[in-house]
């Protein structure tokens, strides 16, 4: 009886796998507990709506300015044409992580021992945790969704397939407030809410999809693609197509009530545009140089290359796509949506002018439509199933493939995978190594951002020996010192401290004690943090750097400080400070 339900319900088992080995994962790396981790690079602006709004009630971002040594390096904001600071992403991220930012919240101002600004250690644990909490939900739906189709010992090779076998796991675990397995989850329930949809076409279902639609795309714009999917859905002739449109033509209130929920959604951010730049629409990432080449797209780069290839780093999605292929076999109203959703996907991400998109590992914008790739992917498991021999064998690559991306996010944690690209030599110079080699580093190229905003993708060979190697020299002490004084300047902390203080310890003496406690819990996020304060320091006293920052600042339209941090960010991270 056991073994039946077992059996008959193996994919929930996975799922509930997944959800217990990531939480111990999560408790492992404790990122939370780090300086300078969780809320930082693009998640700084995508969660900067929340504390600009609950906290400081100040979405003009005064508040930074008249504090810029605490939020200088945490808000990352453009100067919009009317000379107004604004967030550069949009706030749809914002909204998912805001129950977990509301219970950190409430948990801060119940607790003397964390300020209760934004940005001390339960905001970031919450965030942490609010990531596998969507991916949960999403593995959920898209359940559902395969269990309509395949078998459920299929439904549980993919379910793992995509949910620890991708560059998914990496993003809803250790840079887990990223939007991708946001998104992953939200167009998963989309896909769920089409089939339900064609099978019984409600209003409520009608006006679900454009609100998921209208929320998919608030997180990242260029997703509206799903609207592909929606109207391609179990379309697989020109008869077909024909009666779709004239469904849409006939049941015109369902794309009314569509176009008017994905409206409603967007409303605030609307509003929050026209407040600091005058206008409705507000491309903000234009501001920093933002743009689509359309007549270059890098397509073998983003598919293919060592630099940030998907097939390279999750060859597990090569597998998915090659079942594209087979899905015509299969049940052929689901190749056309779906191929024709991935040749789009693939052009206007090739077309962008950060092609591989920042740091990252692998090519993490294709992971937003994984929920869609997991039907091609169980098709081509199924036909396997025919051939018991087949099917073991693609179960087999399958397991294996699984624990080398496992491995690959390790090589990724230690560097050996370079965050921003590769190439063949690196590659195959660390290829079944945890840690990166001497000769690693004289193999690495990095790429021209200046160039790439005009189209142009060269690459640079850094010159570590013409570069001046600054020694850092910092022992405990000093960076014990360096926690000291952060703590001494900060005034909302000393006066918690005051209400609480014991009668026999002095505050002095508290402040040391917690110095040490953080040393212990995160030496390596305060030696950085340390380096980085002196960088921007030596930059801001040099007047010749400080020029060269000011055009530089111009000419992306970013605040001086916000490029001063950059600038000593890049130095950290180029110039042999660690």
Not at 48 to 72: C, H, M, V, W
Not at 106 to 123: E, Q, V
Not at 308 to 316: A, E, N, R, S
Request: charged share 20%; with cysteine; glycine share 4%.
């Amino acid at each position: 009886m056991i073994k039946k339900i077992i059996t008959k319900h193996f994919s929930v088992i996975a799922i509930v796998f997944i959800a217990i080995s990531v939480t111990f994962l999560n408790f492992s790396h404790h990122r939370w507990l780090r300086s300078g981790r969780v809320i930082e690079w693009d998640i700084k602006s995508y969660y900067a709506y929340l504390p600009a709004t609950f906290i400081y009630k100040d979405l003009s971002l005064q508040f930074r300015k008249d504090n810029i040594e605490k939020f200088g390096d945490l808000i990352w904001p453009v100067e919009t044409p009317i000379g107004k600071h604004a967030i550069v992403t949009t706030m749809g991220l914002s909204v998912m992580y805001a129950p977990f930012f509301g219970i950190a919240h409430i948990y801060c101002l119940n607790n003397d021992n964390y300020l209760a600004d934004g940005y001390t250690m339960p905001y970031k644990f919450a965030l942490a945790f609010s990531s596998l909490f969507y991916v949960i939900i999403g593995l959920l739906f898209l359940r559902k969704i395969l269990k309509k189709y395949f078998t459920d010992d299929i439904v549980s090779v993919v379910i793992l397939a995509i949910g620890i076998g991708t560059n998914l796991l990496y993003y809803y675990c250790y840079e887990a407030a990223m939007p991708h397995a946001y998104n992953f989850t939200l167009i998963s329930i989309f896909l769920y809410l089409v089939i339900r949809f064609y099978e019984n076409p409600t209003l409520l279902k009608a006006f679900l999809i454009g609100l998921l639609s209208g929320f998919i795309t608030l997180i990242r714009p260029t997703n509206i693609l799903v609207f592909v999917v929606l109207f391609l859905w179990e379309i697989s002739s020109f008869k077909d197509f024909k009666n779709r449109v004239l469904f849409y033509v006939l049941e015109y209130k369902y794309v009314i009530l569509m176009i008017l929920a994905f409206i409603l959604i967007w409303v605030p951010q609307f509003i929050y545009w026209y407040h600091v730049s005058g206008k409705i629409f507000y491309f903000s990432y234009g501001e920093v140089g933002g743009k689509f080449f359309f007549n270059n797209p890098q397509i073998s780069d983003i598919l293919i290359s060592y630099k940030k290839g998907w097939f390279i780093y999750t060859p597990i999605m090569f597998i998915a796509f090659v079942g594209l292929f087979a899905l015509p076999k299969f049940k052929n109203g689901l190749f056309m949506p779906l191929f024709v959703f991935n040749v789009l996907n693939i052009y206007i991400l090739a077309s962008w002018w950060c092609w591989w998109f920042g740091g990252s590992f692998g090519y993490r914008a294709f992971i937003d439509s994984y929920g869609l790739m997991a039907l091609p992917l169980g098709a081509l498991l199924h036909l396997a199933k025919s051939k018991k021999i087949s099917y073991y064998i693609s179960f087999g690559i399958i397991l294996i493939l699984i624990a080398f991306n496992n491995f690959q996010i390790q090589q990724y944690n230690r560097q050996a995978i370079h965050y921003w690209w590769m190439n063949k030599d690196a590659y195959w110079e660390t290829f079944f190594k945890l840690y990166p080699t001497e000769r690693y580093n004289e193999l690495i190229r990095l790429p021209d951002y200046d160039k790439a905003r005009q189209g142009i993708y060269v690459e640079i060979k850094p010159d570590y020996e013409k570069q001046e190697k600054i020694k850092i020299v910092t022992s405990k002490n000093e960076v014990i010192h360096f926690i000291y004084t952060e703590l001494s300047n900060d005034s909302i902390l000393l006066n918690q401290l005051s209400k609480k203080q014991a009668n026999k310890i002095s505050i002095d003496s508290i402040l040391k004690i917690e110095s040490e406690e953080r040393y212990i819990l995160d030496s390596l996020g305060y030696h950085k943090k340390m380096i980085l304060k002196n960088l921007e320091k030596d930059i801001r006293n040099n007047k010749a750097v400080m020029e060269e920052i000011e055009v530089k600042a111009k000419r992306r339209k970013i605040s001086v400080d916000s490029m001063i941090t950059m600038d000593a960010i890049w130095l950290y991270e180029h110039k042999n400070f660690k």
